[in-house]
């Protein structure tokens, strides 16, 4: 069942844009920041987290079916829009968790404030090149088949295949949106942001790194530099798991994630 | 009605061996520069022989492909503004929104205008999917750096009392003031291309003369489109000098040798999208909801004949194109009678761009399609009473 089946997320309102946004648990405040595939991808992993904290997971402006403030053009825009969202729900002692393009906004977030964070955990996370100019750190997702990006960001690409004929039509409509909202943030410079790799020193809470070992749009050894330039970072692998672990690997993830962020003492049932 | 000849200048030795991607991947190793200089030599040639013959001409520009060689269209426009003597110089077009600079296009189109004479029309044009591969901007704002641009060089063009200031969205300059100015006043005539009514409202609006390609007997909806909006802002009918239509043009003494250069000068069609799949249709470029829609495999067909039989440009055999209203083709009198056959529909078009030449068309091949064409079908189609605008118009409203 999609998370749009089980029930619709509520609203939120933030700098005049309304976006969707679930709530599930209770407990430890963890923000949730979706991967560039949308959110309707994690549906799963939400659920797993819900067991253990309160998780918040919205979708991001221009995805799904959240609107797009005018004027936001970058994930530096999208990172104050969050830092305003924690500020509105007066959020503090917050576990983010971001896969992906979210862990890139929540690297964003964090070199600007990290004042309302307890723990960071980014997973497979873009927002810098660490290659000279001519070396593709980040393939290019944009050009290559729907197959050949399946099976470069999946260890089973059948998790990310679709069946756009016989999806709702709202979730054919998300899957356009996330594509046309990561060309929005993330085409030129792609997939990263040439002023973070000078900031990311500012983050100075625990931080944990996870890697699907799997993933061929990023390097391992690209995970562990970017995770080098965060003081005192850590760095983990999830095993059969590519680009999206929180999809492939749920449980792990999950599990990764609270060994790390330490559980609360509330669960759901 | 005008007549614009128009080649895309193809590098066509290139075009049985292309790996799958005409454009954007195939390696340039495949170009032998010696063998392109003297394809460049012999298209400037042919355009040379339309100016001779009182035909107009037209220009564009792709990238990365072997389709077409011109890849920065104010080489072209230069070349032919000196040598040209009479034609109408037209640029369709100038992909503004990939072009990092707008104020090299402004000073670019100007010195055009002023070496040609006053002879330069301006077409501005989004471009086609493939171009994003190219230029790497963001195909998201693709239409907003296009309508900066635009509004940008229209500024450029129209100032004449020193420096201005413009700090844009995309675009910042401080110190504008473009030498040397333009010889058309205000400004060289707008041209677009479209293939969506949506956008054909936008230019009715503006009043630019607005070209379709290959929407053959579809072509009505878009032009009354532009009509609607015309009106509602300028009281009165478009003329048919505000529409223009991209057709493909093979002439012969006899239907057998017209099919002949028909079939070459459709390699045109045959090979445009020929395009490694990934490139085709970058995210932003289209609406998403567009998008939805082809994820689910719906994607509205372009080309249909009078009859509404949908065509596929791609593959269709002659007799489809030429039913289909994107090839004109047989005798001159036969050309005669489709070019106005297709006038009707349109209810009135007043500008052919005319693709007389074409991939695998020989020298000899085109120039007697030129010659015979401006002496046999021109002056006729010069002749011709166009339909109505006003009723056209009303046609629309009621």
Redesign the interface.
């Given at each position: 069942m999609s998370l749009a089946a089980e029930s619709a997320p509520d609203g939120l309102v933030v700098d005049g844009a309304r976006i969707d946004l679930f709530e599930r648990g209770s407990g430890k405040p963890l923000l949730f920041l979706h991967a560039e595939n949308g959110i309707e991808p994690s549906r799963a992993v939400i659920g797993e987290l819900a067991k253990h904290a309160h998780v918040i997971a919205p979708t991001h402006p221009g995805f799904g079916g959240s609107e797009l403030p005018k004027g936001m053009?970058s994930v530096d825009d999208l990172s104050y829009f969050y830092l305003d969202l924690l500020d509105q729900l007066d959020l503090s002692d917050l576990i983010v968790v971001g896969v992906g393009f979210g862990a890139w906004i929540a690297a964003e977030i964090a070199v600007k404030s990290t004042a309302r964070m307890a723990r960071l955990v980014m997973a497979n996370a873009v927002g810098i090149k660490v290659g000279d100019r001519e070396t593709r750190d980040i393939a290019d997702i944009?050009?290559?088949?729907e197959p050949d990006y399946l099976a470069m960001v999946y260890c089973d690409p059948a998790v990310g295949r679709r069946d756009?004929?016989t999806l709702p039509?709202a979730e054919?409509?998300a899957?356009?949106?996330a594509?046309?909202a990561?060309?929005?943030f993330a085409?030129?410079p792609y997939f990263h942001n040439p002023r973070l790799k000078s900031r990311l020193h500012r983050i100075r809470i625990p931080t944990l790194f996870l890697w699907g070992t799997h993933d061929r749009m990023l390097s391992e050894a690209y995970g562990r530099a970017y995770c080098a330039m965060i003081p005192g970072a850590r760095f983990e692998t999830i095993e059969r798991a590519g680009h999206f672990p929180h999809e492939e690997q749920p449980q792990v993830f999950t599990e990764k994630v609270f060994a790390f962020a330490g559980k609360s003492q509330e669960r759901v049932a | 009605m005008r007549v614009y000849q128009f080649s895309e200048q193809a590098y066509y030795p290139a075009w049985n061996d292309h790996e799958g991607s005409l454009r954007i991947t195939l390696p340039n190793r495949k170009c032998d520069p010696r063998v392109a200089a003297d394809l460049f030599h012999r298209y400037y040639d042919e355009y040379q022989a339309a100016d001779d013959l009182g035909l107009d001409i037209m220009l564009n520009e792709h990238h990365q492909t072997a389709t077409c060689m011109s890849s920065t269209v104010a080489v072209g426009l230069a070349i032919l503004a000196r040598t040209t003597k009479q034609a109408r110089l037209l640029v369709l077009g100038y992909p503004i929104g990939h072009r990092p600079d707008p104020l090299r296009v402004a000073e670019e189109l100007s010195a055009i205008d002023v070496i040609s004479r006053g002879r330069l029309d301006m077409g501005f044009i989004k471009g086609i999917p493939y171009e994003v591969a190219a230029s790497n901007q963001n195909p998201v704002y693709l239409m907003d750096r296009f309508w900066e641009a635009h509004d940008f060089i229209i500024k450029a063009m129209t100032s004449h009392d020193g420096t201005f200031n413009w700090e844009g969205e995309y675009f910042h300059y401080r110190q504008v003031n473009i030498w040397p100015r333009v010889w058309q006043e205000p400004h060289p005539p707008v041209w677009s291309t479209t293939g969506s009514p949506t956008q054909a409202r936008v230019l009715g609006e503006r009043g630019y003369v607005m070209a379709t390609l290959g929407t053959g007997f579809g072509t009505r909806k878009i032009y009354d489109a532009y009509r609607k909006s015309y009106v509602g802002k300028y009281g009165k009918a478009p003329g048919a000098d505000r529409f223009a239509y991209l057709g493909l043009v093979a002439v012969a003494n006899d239907r057998e040798e017209a099919r002949k250069r028909g079939e070459l000068i459709a390699g045109y069609l045959r090979t445009s999208p020929i395009v490694y799949p990934p490139f085709r249709n970058p995210p932003g470029y289209m609406p998403a909801e567009d998008n939805a829609r082809i994820l689910r495999g719906e994607s509205p067909p372009r080309t249909y004949t009078k009859a509404g039989r949908v065509v596929s440009m791609q593959t269709a055999p002659i007799d489809d194109l030429i039913d289909a209203g994107v090839l004109f083709c047989g005798t001159p009198d036969d050309v005669y009678e489709q070019l106005t056959a297709f006038c009707e529909h349109c209810g009135g078009m007043g500008n052919l761009l005319m693709m007389g030449q074409a991939g695998f068309l020989t020298h000899e091949q085109t120039i007697d399609n030129f010659e015979l064409f401006a002496r046999e079908v021109y002056p006729r189609l010069k002749a011709y009473q166009q339909p109505d605008a006003e009723a056209a118009a009303a046609a629309v409203a009621a």
């Open positions: 053009r944009f050009a290559v088949t756009y004929k039509d054919v409509l899957a356009a949106r594509r046309e990561t060309a929005r085409w030129n | -």
